[in-house]
């Protein structure tokens, strides 16, 4: 069974300022997908950004990119230029062979003005 | 907007009670998954359908089912409710079976007196 792992459960971070937000997994699994999910106070899940593991380059969105590190089992969001509707909770993870995703406990992220 | 519907948007009941959420998934996924989220358990997949046959199973109480139609939409049957219960559910839906992004629905809340 995979685990994920989010080490920080809120971060601040101000308008048009860089943030990263960490998450680590362990899979005994080669083959597996990766996901950054944010929950706005509405409560909707919207996808941010997809990183398949067998894929070396880092995927990017925008303003979102990741750092995928494959051997430290390591895979972190960036958002630059923070914007006022970044505001949400931030949940990592893991889809396996299982198909099923499994979560992180999740990072609230607060945007201040 | 995903594509995903659900429905109730809210459900209140009682204990004991027995109430089924709806989920309609994008046009054209086969895949539908349902995932449960409480303050205490936070973010957990329940089980997936996929072209009408069960596919994945997950922390699914013996109390709770569910299926996907033939039109493909899905339902999820809670029983003999208990305080417990209350949480948010989410539908995802995906293309295929695995490795596809799943897409999530706006989530039914339900509260359970």
């Known amino acids: 069974a995979q685990t994920v792992t989010q080490s920080q459960p809120e971060m601040s971070v101000q308008e048009a300022e860089t943030v990263t937000l960490s998450c680590t997994y362990d899979t005994s699994e080669s083959n597996y997908y990766l996901f950054w999910y944010k929950q706005p106070p509405s409560r909707q899940m919207i996808l941010v950004i997809r990183?398949?593991?067998?894929?070396?380059q880092n995927a990017t969105e925008n303003r979102f990119s990741v750092n995928f590190q494959k051997a430290a089992k390591s895979f972190s969001l960036k958002i630059s230029d923070s914007q006022l509707g970044d505001t949400a909770m931030y949940f990592c993870a893991c889809e396996t062979s299982g198909s099923r995703l499994t979560f992180g406990e999740g990072t609230q992220l607060t945007v201040n003005p | 907007d995903s594509g995903v519907t659900q429905t109730p948007k809210h459900l209140i009941t009682a204990t004991g009670q027995r109430v089924t959420l709806r989920c309609s998934p994008r046009?054209?996924?086969?895949?539908v998954y349902w995932y449960q989220q409480s303050l205490d358990q936070g973010l957990q997949f329940l089980i997936q359908?996929?072209?009408?046959?069960?596919?994945a199973k997950g922390n699914i109480l013996e109390r709770f089912s569910a299926q996907q139609f033939p039109d493909l939409h899905s339902e999820l049957n809670l029983s003999s409710l208990e305080l417990g219960d209350s949480a948010l559910y989410f539908c995802a839906s995906s293309v295929a079976y695995r490795f596809e992004t799943q897409y999530f629905g706006p989530g039914t809340r339900l509260l359970v007196l």
């Open positions: 990183q398949e593991a067998y894929k070396q």
């Open positions: 046009s054209g996924d086969l895949s």
């Open positions: 359908y996929y072209n009408g046959e069960e596919r």
